[in-house]
């Protein structure tokens, strides 16, 4: 890779792949909106253009791309909850965006596309662990939005040559995560509400287990399918690290009190059968929630 391109690298997950790249000597171009990206996060090597995929004009994204090899396209607005008060404009963003961008790669000769997709397409599966080729049943619009996202990756690959893979990201943790803001995650909220001794706030009986990931393992993926040998034709892949904890062991690793809030639709497991990311892309996740959250506390309390 000489040139790629990061769709939300301003974000949690996008700029984490940026740093590795730049690391990595790879000439960096940066697309996002900072409608939830953080100037903060921004590498200062990278080429950043202020850009919403859904509002710019296809031709003028074209332009944006030129020379570019790979696009990793991590940019999405990604929260359940917020999804079903704002079907439609988070279907602008993840939908509409998603299709101006693939177009947009077609027209610029990109390579490849190395889409972020969601285990959230897999609903409340009871097939554990979940294979890519169980059922989809999303549960909410973030959830279907991000399906279209790999149906139209697929699509491309089949209909206009351009080559793409999606990635089926379970439950990504990391420094980075969002400490604020509308779009913040479990983990950083009960690390505040344990910051000024208060209980953290369960939904739902804190029973459902999740498939914590590491964002370098997520990252780690992202380059693997990136640089990958053959063409992958549309291909999903999990990347989870196939195993699971419940929320209230989470809270109980991080020491805190549990007081139990609003009942909101989710998964009641998520749990991922890696076996096809390891046997085509060679990846294999490293990190371990349990050892990682002992930094992390220090770090944030």
């Known amino acids: 890779m000489k040139k790629v391109a990061v769709t939300g690298g301003a974000g949690f997950i996008g700029s984490t792949l940026v740093d590795k790249l730049i690391n990595l000597g790879v000439e960096t171009i940066i697309l996002d ?28 994204l074209t332009k944006k791309l030129k020379g570019v090899e790979i696009v990793f396209h991590t940019a999405a607005l990604a929260r359940v909850q917020p999804s079903i008060v704002d079907p439609i404009g988070f279907n ?12 947009a790669c077609v027209d610029a000769g990109v390579k490849r596309v190395v889409y972020s997709a969601s285990s959230s397409c897999y609903g ?16 909410s619009p973030y959830g279907l939005q991000k399906y279209i996202g790999e149906q139209y990756c697929k699509m491309f690959s089949e209909v206009y ?25 479990a983990i950083p909220i009960f690390a505040n509400q344990i910051k000024i001794n208060q209980p953290c706030t369960i939904h739902n009986d804190g029973e459902q287990r999740r498939d914590f990931t590491h964002v370098n393992d997520v990252v780690e993926a992202n380059l693997l399918a990136a640089t990958h040998s053959q063409l992958l034709n549309g291909e999903s892949f999990n990347i989870g690290n196939g195993d699971n904890l419940s929320v209230n062991e989470v809270v109980d690793l991080m020491g805190g009190k549990k007081q139990y ?41």
């Open 33 to 60: 909106d900072l409608s939830t990206g953080k100037k903060e996060n921004i590498h200062p090597e990278a080429n950043f253009h202020l850009v919403g995929l859904h509002k710019i004009s296809c031709k003028e």
């Open 161 to 185: 040559k351009l080559d793409t893979c999606s990635l089926r990201y379970f439950n990504v943790y990391g420094d980075k995560m969002a400490l604020d803001g509308a779009y913040k995650l």
């Open 92 to 103: 602008e963003v993840n939908v509409s965006g998603t299709l101006n961008l693939l177009k």
């Open 261 to 301: 809030g609003k009942t909101v639709i989710e998964p009641k497991i998520t749990l991922a059968d890696n076996n096809k990311a390891k046997n085509i892309l060679g990846w294999e996740p490293k990190k371990n929630l349990k050892i990682w959250i002992k930094d992390y506390l220090e770090k944030i309390i």
């Open 124 to 139: 409340n599966t009871t097939i554990f662990p979940t294979p890519e080729t169980a059922p989809t049943n999303p549960l």
